[in-house]
């Protein structure tokens, strides 16, 4: 796989496409498996990975009866909602961006 496609890759990702669809849509040449694998190897998440780990989280937590467990829980739930805020952020960024090009432009 080349750098140009895993770059594409991660950055849809980072955008909030599915893996799956990032397979089948942008890089059918490719198997499910690599795809998977050069976006988390570049440490990334889908959105809806992250919502689904939140949400594992958040059931786990109900059932917790440990204080310790609790506050672990509680942490990676507030770094998962953290990443999700970071990531919106760029978006809004990127958005300003192409907005201010098409209206300038």
């Not at 917790?64 to 609790?70: C, P, S, W």
């Given at each position: 796989?080349?750098?140009?496609?895993?770059?594409?890759?991660?950055?849809?990702?980072?955008?909030?496409?599915?893996?799956?669809?990032?397979?089948?849509?942008?890089?059918p040449e490719y198997d499910y498996w690599e795809v998977y694998t050069e976006v988390y190897?570049?440490?990334?998440?889908?959105?809806?990975?992250?919502?689904?780990?939140?949400?594992?989280?958040?059931?786990?937590?109900?059932?917790?009866?440990?204080?310790?467990?609790?506050?672990?829980?509680?942490?990676?739930?507030?770094?998962?909602?953290?990443?999700?805020?970071?990531?919106?952020?760029?978006?809004?960024?990127?958005?300003?961006?192409?907005?201010?090009?098409?209206?300038?432009?």
């Amino acid at each position: 796989m080349n750098k140009k496609d895993a770059d594409v890759m991660v950055r849809l990702a980072r955008e909030g496409k599915h893996i799956s669809k990032i397979w089948a849509e942008d890089f059918p040449e490719y198997d499910y498996w690599e795809v998977y694998t050069e976006v988390y190897g570049a440490g990334e998440r889908s959105s809806v990975g992250v919502k689904r780990m939140i949400t594992a989280r958040l059931n786990k937590l109900s059932s917790a009866n440990k204080q310790k467990d609790r506050e672990e829980l509680i942490e990676e739930i507030n770094e998962l909602i953290f990443h999700l805020y970071s990531r919106y952020k760029d978006s809004q960024q990127k958005l300003n961006d192409i907005r201010s090009i098409i209206n300038n432009g």
